[in-house]
T-cell receptor, first 114, second 115 residues
Framework: NAGVMQNPRHLVRRRGQEARLRCSPM?????VYWYRQLPEEGLKFMVY????????ESGMPKERFSAEFPKEGPSILRIQQVVRGDSAAYFC????????????FGQGTRLTVV | QQQVKQSPQSLIVQKGGISIINCAYE??????FPWYQQFPGKGPALLIA?????SEKKEGRFTISFNKSAKQFSLHIMDSQPGDSATYFC??????????????FGKGTLLTVNP
């Protein structure tokens, strides 16, 4: 049973480019959460999605960030026009319905903006 | 506003010693307190968790102590081993509330266990 799969593991983007981060949840999990980890900081909640629905995006920056979880395929976190401050580790977690507090985390995508 | 405060930021312990990491929370609505272990380059992994209806939970060498009145909880690692060297995060959530999917994390403690 594969865990939560994130790709790419490392992503380098120049300022102004777009970053696309992918997350495939564990088998049987229909709920996905994205967290951001800045250097020397804990993880911060960004967004909670179910298939084809954004449930809570209260932790997402208002501009340049978007997330989706289509009926088919992985969840995508998209960052447009990246800036240096977007450099961080982005973690995806997944859970079955009702088990959000015991979500399993992926290994993360380390985004570096140069 | 940081809702979960974690200390110390880093900790060095000798093999066989006891590692103690402390967390304090502000939101009295929190009712689920997990600890996560993160190795370099990996995602956080759930280590142990506690609900406020008990004051202590033990799993192997790992123990959570919980003090509801002080709004504090701590992780004790007995007989610490070099393989325990990792970053530990405390977190808090509301199982019973409408936001039961959100985990609020502390800033983490980098534990180094010397052989």
């Amino acid at each position: 049973n594969a865990g939560v799969m994130q790709n790419p593991r490392h992503l380098v983007r120049r300022r102004g480019q777009e970053a696309r981060l992918r997350c495939s949840p564990m088998k049987g999990h229909s709920h996905v959460y994205w967290y951001r980890q800045l250097p020397e900081e804990g993880l911060k909640f960004m967004v909670y999605l179910q298939k084809e629905n954004i449930i809570d995006e209260s932790g997402m920056p208002k501009e340049r960030f978007s997330a989706e979880f289509p009926k088919e395929g992985p969840s995508i976190l998209r960052i447009q026009q990246v800036v240096r401050g977007d450099s961080a580790a982005y973690f995806c977690a997944s859970s079955p319905p009702g088990g959000a507090y015991q979500a399993f985390f992926g290994q993360g995508t380390r985004l570096t903006v140069v | 506003q940081q809702q979960v405060k974690q200390s110390p930021q880093s900790l060095i312990v000798q093999k066989g010693g006891i590692s103690i990491i402390n967390c304090a929370y502000e939101n009295t609505a929190f009712d689920y307190f997990p600890w996560y272990q993160q190795f370099p380059g990996k995602g956080p992994a759930l280590l142990i968790a506690i609900r406020p209806d008990v004051s202590e939970k033990k799993e192997g060498r790992f123990t959570i102590s919980f003090n509801k009145s002080a709004k504090q909880f701590s992780l004790h690692i007995m007989d610490s081993q070099p393989g325990d060297s990792a970053t530990y995060f405390c977190a808090a959530s509301r199982i019973g509330g409408g936001s039961n999917y959100k985990l609020t994390f502390g800033k983490g403690t980098l534990l180094t266990v010397n052989p």
